[in-house]
């Protein structure tokens, strides 16, 4: 039996939406939620009743605030906000994102604060139940009333428009109603309001990058790691004396995890009174400018657990008397945190670029220019860093502040908005190059190793170096490397390096969580 998580109730984290969209948790809804979500679209209806203007209720939207819509209108208003309100363009969004947007969605809803009726929010736990995901284009929101035009399409379904995900098709919801003897979804007063007005497609986004970003941040360890040892470089720069002076808890994660890593070395060891005075930044400042981008993560992973716990529709239903139309839906809070990811993720990708720039250069004693022993009839592994250099420049033209622009909308009545939706989706475009670019260290610094053999990593950066070899053999002449470099890249994108070395810490008792691990190795 699946383990449950209680919508509306239970504090969500960003791993447990990931899970109920993995099929690995289940989401309910209580009994006490249930007579939650009824009362407040109880008090709805009876705001309907009254005739007392509450926005979005029974009037209009955004500079149609003061048109008063009539009590057997208000229904028809619901479904018409949805249909004019789906107007986003460009290629659709992961299917896996838009199953976190519901999922998101229905855990705000069951809150109780927005007027949803029951059996809407009983439909939308069927299309996360059944993996009937709605089809989301990607481009189209601005982040202010929250994000209008992917929730419309996110929602189209409940009304039996728009188009589906459904075991590998897309195809049409009224298909998917004739699957299933299924019928639309009559909606209440507010509902349409409250089904689109929210951040949770910026959020979802949030969640992947979350996911994404520790990914490549782990990753980045392990690369530096072995590029290190291919280059000879110091460990003295990662002594916990040292950043004991300078405290930041990413800084002493990252110092304390390559030291894990570099454990009994020989090439580490085989060094030691060498005559080099420092190394370069991109080997010695690993914990700095690692630990930096860390701390960005963490600061993102707390932002984000604060908003998809949040009631972000608006107005916000307390009671028939007592209803507030404020701000919940701009983006902002979520907006700027997302930029500073898509930042910090950039220089992992910058650091990882130079580290491999550096290892081309034939500075290392045994390790020869351009990582190749006979060049010049060879180019060796020049190339594949004009391949990780593009990666860098695209990610740095990327990591200007959408959160910085603000273009007015709705008449006016929009005068100020967050971008955060476009944000969130560069900030995933980054980490994805990363990736590549993580990729392509991998690689090389693999190849560096090789020139110190017969001497030996570590028992945990053994491992890594072996599994390595055996998908990726040393160079030795020129030859096409795409295929080795789309090895590598998805050995970091599936985790499996980190997955290995867990496994050995495990088998042979060594370190290799620290301190700061409870902080920084969940999401």
Request: glycine residues 8%; negative net charge.
């Amino acid at each position: 039996m699946k383990t449950t998580f209680q919508y509306g109730q239970q504090h969500l984290t960003t791993s447990i939406a990931l899970s109920i969209a993995k099929d690995e948790i289940q989401g309910v809804l209580t009994e006490e939620t249930r007579e939650k979500v009824r009362a407040s679209a109880s008090a709805v209806e009876k705001i309907v009743a009254n005739g007392k203007p509450v926005y979005g209720i029974n009037t209009g939207f955004g500079p149609l605030c003061t048109t008063m819509i009539s009590p057997d209108q208000t229904r028809k208003l619901q479904e018409n906000i949805l249909k004019s309100h789906a107007v986003g363009v460009g290629e659709p969004i992961p299917i896996d994102i838009s199953k976190v947007m519901m999922i998101l969605k229905i855990h705000a809803l069951a809150k109780g604060y927005s007027g949803i009726q029951e059996a809407t929010l009983d439909r939308m736990i069927w299309h996360v139940e059944n993996n009937a995901i709605p089809v989301v284009p990607k481009q189209g929101s601005v982040g202010a009333s929250g994000d209008l035009a992917p929730l419309s399409h996110l929602f189209l379904p409940l009304i039996g428009l728009g188009k589906v995900h459904y075991k590998g098709e897309v195809i049409p919801t009224e298909k998917l109603f004739q699957l299933h003897q299924l019928a639309s979804i009559p909606l209440g007063p507010k509902e349409g309001l409250a089904l689109i007005n929210g951040t949770q497609f910026m959020a979802a986004f949030g969640v992947k990058v979350l996911e994404r970003f520790y990914n490549i941040l782990a990753h980045a360890d392990i690369t530096g790691a072995m590029m290190l040892e291919g280059l000879l470089g110091s460990i003295k720069p990662f002594s916990s004396e040292l950043h004991e002076l300078r405290p930041y808890a990413g800084n002493q994660h990252v110092a304390q995890t390559i030291l894990n890593l570099l454990h009994d070395s020989e090439i580490v060891h085989s060094h030691a009174a060498c005559a080099r005075v420092q190394d370069p930044y991109s080997l010695r400042c690993m914990p700095q400018v690692h630990g930096a981008s860390r701390n960005a993560w963490l600061h993102l992973k707390q932002i984000l657990e604060i908003e998809i716990n949040s009631v972000t529709d608006n107005p916000v239903v307390f009671d028939e008397n007592h209803t507030i139309s404020g701000g919940n839906f701009h983006g902002q809070p979520i907006a700027m945190p997302l930029d500073y990811a898509c930042l910090a993720a950039s220089e992992i990708g910058n650091i990882s670029d130079r580290r491999i720039y550096l290892s081309l250069e034939g500075d290392t004693p045994g390790v020869p220019k351009l990582l190749l022993k006979e060049t010049g009839l060879n180019s060796g592994f020049m190339i594949p860093q004009y391949t990780t250099a593009a990666l860098a420049s695209e990610n740095k033209g990327l990591c200007f502040p959408s959160s910085a622009d603000s273009i007015p909308t709705s008449l006016g009545q929009e005068d100020h908005v967050s971008m955060g939706s476009i944000g969130a989706r560069k900030a995933l475009q980054v980490i994805e190059n990363v990736e590549k670019i993580l990729g392509v260290e991998l690689f090389c610094a693999a190849q560096a190793v090789d020139f110190h053999a017969p001497l030996k990593s570590g028992k945990i950066m053994t491992a890594l170096y072996e599994h390595v070899r055996t998908k990726i053999k040393h160079v030795s002449e020129d030859q096409i490397m795409y295929e080795d470099m789309e090895t590598a890249i998805q050995m970091i994108q599936s985790g499996e390096l980190l997955t290995l070395a867990k496994e050995v810490a495990e088998k042979e008792g060594l370190a290799l969580e620290t301190s700061w691990s409870a902080e920084f190795d969940r999401y």
